[in-house]
């Protein structure tokens, strides 16, 4: 399943285009200003802290997942 999975990378081109073409959910953690790869991350973050804001987020898009 997926589509259930969070796949986190620091690099757009390989860990969110590689995430997003095995259907997984891309997350973005921008430590610099890096170029955009060609998928959008489903979430993104510039600091750890901010990650349990994403994991909620996504929750209430779609709890019970």
């Known amino acids: 399943v997926p589509n ?7 690099t757009p081109k390989y860990d969110v285009d590689g995430a997003k073409s095995a259907g ?3 997350v973005l953690y921008e430590r610099k ?4 790869g060609v998928a959008t991350p489903d979430f993104r973050f510039t600091d750890w ?3 349990t804001d994403c ?7 779609n ?3």
């Open 4 to 10: 259930m999975i969070w796949y986190v990378g620091d």
């Open 24 to 26: 997984m959910i891309a």
């Open 33 to 36: 200003s890096k170029p955009m």
């Open 49 to 51: 802290t901010d990650f």
């Open 55 to 61: 994991a909620l987020k996504a929750y209430r898009l």
């Open 63 to 65: 709890p019970g997942a």
